[in-house]
């Protein structure tokens, strides 16, 4: 029995038809449409009673030869103008001419590919260890104050996030204590900023303070001081004449 | 500082990756005229037999590979055959972009006559394979070239290296009418 090349064995219409002209035993130039036709349909007609699938790209091919084949069938006498009609037929040859080019040079391709496995190399390696981090970042105009600022206030901003502190241990602040505490800390400080009251972030504690705060004011004890909107709020004791 | 010596070393640190002429010049802070001796140094050392290392030109950079004629003993510091190569179809494919590159993809599927784009997809996975840009044509299709890798990959030097494509002997009469006029000419 014949051995059949199934049509697995092809990279495509183009291999199948280089496979058949090789059998037929003619050169390429040469090959005759009508015998390539028959051969490649006889082909494809085999693989069909084989059951098996035949790529789509196999069934344009097919139709490709037989539109060359009908055409060359035709009387050709009404393309004499100056129309320039490629050969259907040249076409395909020419191609297939260009497939074979590169079809060749396979097997050197895979010559030196098998020659270079036969050297080895290792992977390169890993020197980060050896990393000396030196790289420097151009920071214009900034100073390390600056950048020191932006960390300073990237803390804050963080512990702002933090959920408040809930420590359920009851600790009473009363607004009495509070005036007195800001009372002893506006004596020893003359002049504070309204902010640094609020040192422990508790709401008892920031509501408290703010009361104190309030209390102290309608006391007339406090003196509370912004010199613009949004400007920093500075609380003094009011000099007790 | 013996510069052969710290180019054998950067060699055997970098591997597989290798180093190019440019790049040595960089570190080492020599010009060329100067770094060829110690590389032919180092290369005429090697090529002693009882060395089993030896330097490539691969790719456009140098390597320390192992030699050839040692592998049948590497190969038995490995339990099975683990190096694959590359299927037919796959070849035809890179060839195909070696010699024609940059090349569309949908131009590889017009030479083969059948789609390539899984072969492709493969070749880039592969790293032999990458984009150099993108076609003119409608839809701007991505152009492919091959890589160092590529050459390392079949042990070649450069892209000049490929293997010469024999034209088919079919010289036009055209062609050949134009070549006998030239030599007449001359």
Known sequence: MEYVVTIDNFDGPLDLLLHLIKKMDIDINEVSIEEITKQYLNYINTMKEMNLDIASEYLVMASELMEIKSISLLPKSHIEEDEYVEDPKETLIKRLIEYRKYKELVPSFQDLEDERKKEYTKSPSDLSEFKVVDE??????????????????????????????????????SVKKRNNEIRDILKKKKKIEFEELFDIMSKDYIVVTFLSILDLARKQDLCIKQDDNFKKIYLSLRESD | MNLTAVIEGILFLKGNEGISVEELKEILNVDEPTLVPYLDTLKKMYEEPNRGLKIDYLGGRLKLTTKKEHKEYYEKLTEEEISSTLSPAALEALVIIAYNQPITRIKVDEIRGVSSQHLVRKLLLKGLIKEVGKSDQPGRPNLYGTTSEFLDYFGLKTI???????????????TNLFESKYTETL
């Not at chain 1, 600056?146 to 602040?173: G, H, V």
Request: hydrophobic share 30%; charged share 45%.
């Open chain 1, 136 to 173: 420097e970042i151009d920071l214009g105009d900034l100073s390390l104050d600056d950048l020191m600022n932006a960390f300073k206030d990237f803390l804050k901003r963080k512990e702002l996030e933090k959920p408040l502190n809930t420590k359920i241990t009851k600790r009473e602040y």
């Open chain 2, 160 to 174: 000049n290296d490929l293997p010469k494509i024999e034209e088919p002997e079919s010289l036009d009469e055209e």
